[in-house]
């Protein structure tokens, strides 16, 4: 889909950003995934994978700070926590969704096809090279008046079901005393990049699998299927 094509679906687009773009092309490149350029390669946008990179560190930075002014009373480890909980792909995904990046995402057909556009990892790069956009185009004070509404509520969310706490730990505990075996990860999948990779796993209880994840991390992949799985399991 040309720009031109998608100016009306691109304005109506930031108004749920609460940013109007000075530059648009930066926001038609946040929204362009690589499979695009791959049967387009006369485009000249470029994908989304470095403002994707820039996006992932303003994010962090950005909720990080949401957080310490917003829980005083938390120390650095329950802090660090529940940022993590934030910032991990499926919950990024979900604002995606919230905001409908998948319906502006330029994407190729194949990968649509595929089902890309409800892809979690689409959709989590795609949100952190909109946050890349919005600084560059509106400072950090853009990303703030974007990101801040959207995690408040996730926030609370997280901690009412203590999903900020350590997952796998609690998930073992459970295992344990329910059933008598201990919860073994392995890793099945590695997708993107090597400067963005994704990693997922999954969780199984003997020769079940109970839970499925992803994350930027090994770590935050299996933390992710224990959540999973403790949700299934236990409807946390």
């Known amino acids: 889909m040309s720009v031109a094509d998608q100016l009306d679906d691109?304005?109506?687009?930031?108004?749920?950003?609460?940013?109007?773009?000075?530059d648009l092309h930066l926001l038609v490149h946040a929204l362009t995934h690589?499979?695009?350029?791959?049967?387009?390669?006369?485009d000249e946008i470029g994908d989304n994978q470095r403002l994707e990179f820039l996006g992932d560190a303003v994010l962090d930075f950005?909720?990080?700070a949401w957080v310490y002014r917003q829980y005083p009373d938390?120390?650095?480890?329950?802090?660090?926590?529940?940022?993590?909980?934030?910032?991990?792909?499926?919950?990024?995904?979900?604002?995606?969704?919230?905001?409908g990046v998948g319906n502006v995402l330029r994407i190729g057909r194949g990968e649509e096809e595929a089902g890309g556009r409800d892809r979690e990892a689409n959709l989590c790069d795609a949100f952190e090279a909109v946050v890349g956009a919005l600084?560059?185009?509106g400072g950090m004070t853009a990303v703030e008046t974007f990101v801040e509404p959207l995690i408040a509520p996730v926030a609370e969310a997280i901690l009412a079901a203590e999903a900020d706490q350590d997952a796998k730990s609690r998930l073992q505990e459970w295992s344990q005393a329910?059933?008598?075996?201990?919860?073994?990860?392995?890793?099945?999948a590695e997708e993107g990049p090597d400067h963005a990779k994704t990693f997922v796993a999954e969780v199984?209880?003997?020769?079940?699998?109970?839970?499925r994840g992803s994350g930027r991390s090994k770590q935050a992949a299996e933390q992710a299927a224990a959540q999973a799985a403790l949700e299934a399991l236990c409807g946390e």
Do not use: C, W
């Open 62 to 64: 950005v909720t990080g």
């Open 34 to 42: 690589p499979s695009y350029l791959n049967e387009h390669p006369e």
């Open 135 to 137: 600084y560059l185009d």
């Open 204 to 211: 199984r209880l003997g020769r079940k699998t109970v839970g």
């Open 74 to 99: 938390f120390d650095e480890g329950r802090m660090t926590r529940l940022r993590a909980a934030l910032v991990r792909t499926t919950t990024l995904a979900q604002l995606a969704r919230q905001i």
């Open 178 to 188: 329910e059933k008598g075996i201990t919860p073994q990860y392995r890793i099945v």
């Open 10 to 22: 691109l304005e109506a687009f930031e108004q749920r950003l609460g940013h109007r773009f000075g």
